[in-house]
């Protein structure tokens, strides 16, 4: 197949794919966080909840977990570089073969939905950054409940001392109080801890970066009102010198000052004194 035929068809397979992903993305979000209230509900009231509604639970998480799969199938199915599909996209893949990271497809739907709302100016990236923090600390207080919890000589059995204990473990603090004791507790650690510092070292750039901005605006402000002041004065400074060089030119162009003098008188005409006699 010649390369322009190769390009072609990867166009094709490109311009099918977004319009299904612009068409798909938001009902994942919607499902994505219903999966979120569902689980959390079923896992941090699970003392509280009747065990017909938490099989309900379980079965609307189950046709939840059944859309993403025939998700990701159709979107495999609509590229033909599915490896790199597969590459790109660990989070889907996760989500849909391991059962305990499902959970983590929300972070995956958020991101292609805050994209979406980001071209439209709904959602800036500062904001998405928080919101995925917050996810992500929810997510992993909710896991670490359900893993820990019932377990020998758990230290975390509540939801108020999960949320403490992602808190911390995502900004990787540490204080001790509270400890996985499972070793799937562990590796819900593991994972929280990296994608934290990944999260809040983004946070704390952005924040850097505005203060730089804040900063550089105020050099900048400070820098327009002397470059304005100078020009002023340079401006006076030229009308001044404009004035003496017409004053120059004045005197260099004139007479020389001389006092004018009275005009003559015209001799009254007499006749002679012998003219008279004769």
Do not use: C
């Not at 689980?39 to 909840?49: C, P, T």
């Not at 993403?68 to 996760?94: E, G, N």
């Not at 995925?132 to 997510?139: R, Y």
């Amino acid at each position: 197949m010649a390369v322009p035929e190769v390009v072609k068809v990867i166009k094709g397979d490109s311009a099918r794919y977004d319009a299904y992903a612009r068409r798909a993305d938001l009902a994942m979000l919607v499902m994505a966080f219903a999966f979120l209230v569902v689980w959390s509900a079923r896992i941090a009231f699970r003392d509280y909840i009747p065990g017909a509604l938490r099989g309900t639970l379980i079965t609307i998480q189950a046709f939840i977990w059944l859309a993403f799969v025939v998700d990701i199938i159709i979107r495999l199915a609509l590229t033909d570089r599915r490896w790199h599909f597969l590459k790109t996209h660990p989070i889907d893949v996760i989500a849909v073969f391991i059962p305990p990271a499902r959970p983590l497809k929300i972070l995956s739907v958020f991101t292609s939905g805050t994209m979406l709302a980001s071209r439209k100016g709904a959602v800036k990236s500062t904001q998405a950054i928080l919101i995925s923090v917050v996810l992500l600390m929810w997510i992993g207080a909710v896991s670490i409940l359900d893993a820990e919890r019932g377990a020998a000589d758990a230290q975390i059995t509540n939801f108020a001392d999960a949320i403490w204990w992602a808190l911390v473990t995502m900004t990787t603090v540490g204080y001790g109080d509270f400890a996985p004791v499972t070793g799937q507790g562990r590796a819900i650690a593991t994972v929280l801890m990296l994608m934290g510092i990944a999260l809040i070292g983004v946070i704390t750039a952005s924040v850097a970066a505005w203060f730089v901005a804040l900063t550089e605006g105020e050099d900048e402000e400070r820098d327009e009102v002397t470059r304005t002041q100078l020009l002023d004065r340079l401006a006076e400074l030229e009308s001044k010198l404009d004035a003496i060089a017409a004053r120059e030119d004045a005197a260099a162009s004139g007479l020389p000052h001389q006092t004018p003098k009275a005009p003559r008188r015209k001799a009254r005409a007499t006749a002679p004194a012998e003219d008279d006699a004769t």
